[in-house]
């Protein structure tokens, strides 16, 4: 099929825009803003403007590297630390330091204290504890600030640690504690109290500390800090009245990083279980591990100047039957109105005994799973043999004889991951118990599901998504993603950047990658109604990105995910909203990427490292698929004659946000001129093995219906000849003149 638009000349440069085979064409656009393959050619699409191109490597480039990681230290003898989600740091700081482009490692002092040579890569050390005592708190103390003393930031929240060693019971020297507070430019004195009649607030800057909530009435306690170094940021002063010189430092900021008194971080409502930060994280953590925005960061919200959208269904209720016509089971009903009328890339996962003919399923389950997985712009999930509940005491929700055995529960929570109103125990060994539902689970879908050339690609985590060490490095040893956990939401409900995840959890020194937000389990009350309350999802996705709750600052703290299970087919209410759910994400500037893809980016991320050349330059390198770096825009833009592997870049809100190549090396130098040559401003699908010239524009891209790909600067008073081949066959789909 060829098209053909000639006689077009583009004023420095246009759009081209095909769709059902009528072209149209606009000056002052442009190139290649949104091309239409016919359908049954789009699952790899190459859009290639035929010129000649010579491009031309980076060469080797060295420099100080810009170090990215937060080793965050915690007590695992502490009772409270025996439940993985009630790690403070890990469920709140987590998230502020992901934004800023920081990854975040985790150090269990019942193993000991790190040696200085495992610390090359730390920027900083940061601890929230639930008391005043460590394993080894002596060492612990003098290990602290010798790391202040290597310049490492130290940022010490809530309670200190370090006041009484929890193996011996004994409290330390209270000279060798106060060398903490000296090494970071304050003095410790105590003279704590939680009578809050002596207590009141003799300085405070509100911009840092009643962020979320306001201190009006709301003193929890005192203990007398001083600030030795008139150089620190005192945000909260606070005085007791009973005592001689009684103000205390409570939040402040020092050169050597930054402290905040217990009861002046988080405010917490043990009543409702609401929380809110009191101090402004995204302020506290900047300006104590010296975080600069001119600076550019890695990003897991945006690709190629779009917000990240990924979307993925957990395999529960399948065979239930969908109220919304009383004949077809919810499973037949997504696919056919979602899947089929959605041109986007899902992630669709299965419980594999129930679709195995050889334990619950039935040749017409298997068939259906089938039916769904060959669908083009689906991606193959698996959600486990038995669905688990909790894989740290192998609890799941099915009875399958001579693996596991029911057992009634009244454990609420745990039955609201089970559709069955029961669980039962697995009763083989832990070994076995991981081979069925990991390995085997992958197995069966690979053999009996999937369609030729397509292999399940995701591990979608069931239950409490609290994997352990063992499951999460089967996933790792299989070569798959994985995903599930953190359960974000920023709404009326929960105002408050705390309902944010982080983008991992960290497990045996592995991660597991969070969803990005919330299923409609939890908007309906454990699908107890209202069956429409998945709605409420879009207000997340909007408080993500611009905090109106909050500050009203635009802040891309997360991707949008769609993510949900397939009883959302069983009533026409939640049917529905699922519906309104997808078009109000795809009326945006979004790119829609397969569940996979979001997370190599988040590995990428992880991994990826940062050199600063000179003042303004930058290299980055080791990132895979977390092709974006973020930046302050002043004034500033890239020099794209200087750098290298830089595709383009698109400016939101004050941040520019830079497209790196796929060859996984770039160089960026700034400038204060505004580019002139050619680049990528935005793309709906990720764009690899470009060439950018003011000659030609060729890229290879995987395209899910109707693609949008923005280029500027292109030269003025030419044409270009545009075309698109199919990377499968080779065919030419189309080729035309403008």
Known sequence: MKYTLTNFICDKSFRVLSHCGILRASPKASVLERLRVPPGNFCHKVLLVMLFFVFIGIGPVFGEEVKREILVLYDSSDPDYNRPDNNLAHLYAETVLNYMGLSVKYHDLVKGLPDDSELADTR???????????????????????????????????????????????????????????????????????????????????????????????????????????????????????????????????????????????????????????????????????????????????????????????????????????????GEVIRDEILKKYDIPVTVSFITSEIDPKYAGTDKLENLAKSIASLPNVELGVHGFTHPLDWAKKITAMEIPGYSRTIQSTDDELLSESAYGKYAVVTVPQEEFLDKEMNGAVDYLNRQVAPAGKKTAVYQWTGNCMPTADALKRTYEMGIANINGGDTRFDLAHPSYTGVAPVTRETGGLVQVHSGNANENIYTNLWNGPFDGYGQVVETYKETEKARLVDNSPRRVGPINVYYHFYSAEYVSSLETLKKVYDYVLSGPVIPVATSLY????????????????????????????????????????????????????????????????????????????????????????????????????????????????????????????????????????????
């Open 124 to 330: 900083g050390i940061m601890t929230w504890f639930w008391d005043d005592s460590v394993p080894g708190a002596e060492q612990y103390a003098v290990w602290i600030v010798r790391q202040i003393e290597n310049g490492k930031k130290f940022v010490m929240l809530g309670n200190p640690g370090f006041f009484k060693d929890s193996l011996t019971k004994k409290n330390i020297p209270f000279d060798v504690a106060n060398n903490v507070y000296n090494s970071m430019g304050l003095n410790y004195e105590g003279e704590w109290t939680d009578n809050i009649l002596a207590i009141k607030i003799a300085f405070k800057d509100n911009k840092m500390v009643e962020f979320e909530r306001t201190l009006d009435k709301e003193l929890t306690n005192y203990d007398k800090v001083t600030s030795l170094d008139k150089n620190n940021k005192v945000y909260l002063e606070l005085e007791r009245t009973d005592i001689a010189s009684g103000k205390s430092a409570a939040v402040v900021i020092t050169k050597t990083g930054g402290f905040a008194l217990d009861g002046y971080v988080i405010y917490s409502n043990d009543i409702d279980y609401r929380k809110a930060w009191r101090i402004n994280p995204f302020l506290f953590f900047k300006e104590a591990f010296a975080v600069d925005e001119n600076t550019p960061s890695y990003d897991t919200t945006t690709l190629f100047g779009r917000r990240i959208f990924f979307s993925h269904i957990d395999g529960d209720g399948l065979r239930s039957v969908s109220r919304t016509n009383n004949l077809s089971m919810c």
């Open 599 to 738: 997370c190599a980016d988040v590995e990428g991320f992880l991994k990826g490292k940062i050199d600063r050349i000179s003042e303004g330059a930058w290299r980055f390198y080791g990132y895979g698929a977390c092709r974006t770096v973020r930046i302050k825009s002043s004034g500033l833009y890239p020099d794209l004659k200087r750098s290298k592997g830089i595709l383009g870049f698109n400016i939101w809100e004050g941040y520019c946000y830079l497209h790196l190549t796929d060859q996984g090396e770039a160089v960026l130098y700034l400038s204060k001129d505004v580019p002139g040559e050619p680049y990528l401003k935005e793309a709906s699908a990720a764009v690899n093995d470009a060439r950018i010239t003011v000659d030609e524009v060729s890229f290879s891209s995987r395209i899910y219906g109707s693609g949008k790909y923005v280029f500027e600067n292109m030269v003025r008073n030419t044409s270009y000849e545009v075309s698109a081949k199919n990377l499968a066959n080779g065919k030419q789909v189309f080729s035309k003149t403008v």
